[in-house]
């Protein structure tokens, strides 16, 4: 089994297949079993994503093995003693299998933001789960400002006019007029940020920069990073002053299908309705309705509730919607050395040292 090595110098396992010794050595056939011992947390297994296009190996002890997978199938039945499991585009029914086989895991990091996907994939209740919060939040923020932009100065019907070789003049009529040329800018805008994590404290800079008027919308009301943030109560009292809605929420039973027909009536029909959190949180028929009623100036979408979006979704046809196929994140950013620490604090101090642990 060739070996490979880690930036760091450190052995790993190369494919699905042979295994590190805790020494140091390189071991053959079946990985011995192992317990950890009671009270501490000694040398782990981790397996992590190898067919991915980033570093996703983090620097570990001498005692520790790191072993790759690929994404899209099976753990092999040879690592299916991990302790810790890094996830980062793994299917549904591939983390359904390793809820069901992967018996003594304690521990699962994924690379996303949101962790929506290992949260339905059955893992037991014990096994500890923390998301990739942080890591995507450059990438996020400038997706998510150059959907806004998009929308709001029209690039989808410019591209249209481009592609009929059509000189569209009627844009430069529009944005002259006294009603409709505020629509065209962020200078003044009222922007609602849904779901105030990280991206969005992120974000929010990035469109106060252009003179837009940024709030926040969480679980709990405050000011954070300068910028006002309300309560969910608060929200349907907002929304008619909104030019541009920004959902980042993740997706939850308790955000499915939460932008629904009710909320999106009380947006003005000039607004703009922008998703960079999670499609299950919103209700398409409800939002290609409105776009085709005109009661929705426009939207943007980079999520949607089925991935990749069907051939047949009306989505696909509605007017003044800008698609982009869930790329805002792209890629963690230092995922290497974010593992790095992840697993030294979990190594040192088990869940209680680990970042972005999530509530199960």
Same mark, same amino acid.
């Given at each position: 089994?060739?070996?490979? #090595?880690?930036?760091?110098?450190?052995?790993?396992?190369?494919?699905?297949? =042979?295994?590190?010794? &805790?020494?140091?050595?390189?071991?053959?056939?079946?990985?011995?079993?192992?317990?950890?011992?009671?009270?501490?947390?000694?040398?782990?297994?981790?397996?992590?994503?190898?067919? /991915? +296009?980033?570093?996703?190996?983090?620097?570990?002890?001498?005692?520790? /093995?790191?072993? #790759?997978?690929?994404?899209?199938?099976?753990?092999?039945?040879?690592?299916?003693?991990?302790?810790?499991? @890094?996830?980062?585009?793994?299917?549904?029914?591939?983390?359904?299998?390793?809820?069901?086989?992967?018996?003594?895991?304690?521990?699962?990091?994924?690379?996303?933001?949101? +962790?929506?996907?290992?949260?339905?994939?059955?893992?037991?209740?014990?096994? /500890?789960?923390?998301?990739?919060?942080?890591?995507?939040?450059?990438?996020?923020?400038?997706?998510?400002?150059?959907?806004?932009?998009?929308?709001? &100065?029209?690039?989808?019907?410019?591209?249209?006019?481009?592609?009929?070789?059509?000189?569209? *003049?009627?844009?430069?009529?529009?944005? $002259?007029?006294?009603?409709?040329?505020?629509?065209?800018?962020?200078?003044?805008?009222?922007?609602?940020?849904?779901?105030?994590?990280?991206? $969005?404290?992120?974000?929010?800079?990035?469109?106060?920069?252009?003179?837009?008027? @940024?709030?926040?919308?969480?679980?709990? $009301?405050?000011? #954070?990073?300068?910028?006002?943030?309300?309560?969910? %109560?608060?929200?349907?009292?907002?929304?008619?002053?909104?030019?541009?809605?920004?959902?980042?929420?993740?997706?939850?039973?308790?955000?499915?299908?939460?932008?629904?027909?009710?909320?999106?009536?009380?947006?003005?029909?000039?607004? *703009?309705? @922008?998703?960079?959190?999670?499609?299950?949180?919103?209700?398409?028929?409800?939002?290609?309705?409105?776009? !085709?009623?005109?009661?929705?100036?426009?939207? $943007?979408?980079?999520?949607?509730?089925?991935? +990749?979006? +069907?051939?047949?979704?009306?989505?696909?046809?509605?007017?003044?919607?800008?698609?982009?196929?869930?790329?805002?994140?792209?890629?963690?950013?230092?995922?290497?050395?974010?593992?790095?620490?992840?697993? *030294?604090?979990?190594? %040192?101090? =088990?869940?209680?040292?680990? &970042?972005?642990?999530?509530? !199960?």
């Amino acid at each position: 089994m060739p070996m490979g #090595r880690t930036p760091h110098g450190h052995r790993i396992a190369d494919g699905t297949r =042979g295994w590190t010794r &805790r020494d140091g050595h390189e071991g053959t056939g079946t990985e011995p079993s192992r317990r950890p011992a009671a009270g501490s947390v000694p040398g782990v297994k981790i397996l992590v994503p190898g067919n /991915v +296009p980033f570093d996703s190996a983090p620097q570990v002890d001498a005692g520790d /093995v790191v072993a #790759r997978y690929v994404m899209r199938d099976p753990i092999p039945d040879e690592h299916v003693d991990a302790d810790v499991l @890094v996830t980062w585009a793994s299917p549904g029914r591939v983390l359904a299998d390793a809820a069901r086989r992967l018996t003594r895991l304690r521990w699962i990091q994924t690379l996303n933001a949101g +962790p929506d996907a290992v949260l339905a994939a059955g893992f037991a209740p014990d096994v /500890v789960v923390t998301s990739g919060r942080g890591l995507h939040d450059a990438t996020v923020a400038e997706h998510t400002l150059a959907l806004v932009l998009a929308s709001v &100065r029209r690039l989808d019907r410019t591209l249209v006019s481009q592609h009929a070789h059509t000189w569209d *003049r009627t844009l430069g009529k529009e944005q $002259a007029s006294a009603d409709a040329g505020r629509t065209f800018t962020l200078d003044g805008a009222r922007v609602t940020l849904w779901g105030f994590g990280s991206i $969005a404290l992120r974000t929010a800079p990035l469109l106060a920069a252009f003179g837009a008027h @940024v709030t926040g919308v969480a679980s709990t $009301a405050g000011t #954070r990073g300068g910028f006002r943030v309300v309560d969910e %109560s608060a929200l349907r009292a907002l929304l008619p002053q909104t030019d541009v809605l920004v959902s980042l929420l993740p997706a939850t039973p308790a955000t499915h299908h939460v932008l629904d027909a009710d909320l999106l009536a009380l947006l003005p029909p000039h607004a *703009r309705f @922008v998703n960079v959190g999670r499609g299950a949180t919103v209700d398409e028929a409800a939002l290609v309705a409105a776009l !085709r009623s005109g009661t929705l100036a426009g939207a $943007a979408l980079d999520v949607t509730e089925t991935e +990749p979006l +069907p051939a047949d979704s009306p989505l696909w046809d509605a007017p003044n919607l800008i698609l982009t196929p869930h790329v805002a994140g792209g890629r963690p950013q230092d995922a290497a050395a974010f593992l790095t620490e992840q697993v *030294r604090a979990f190594k %040192s101090s =088990g869940a209680a040292g680990l &970042r972005n642990l999530v509530e !199960r």
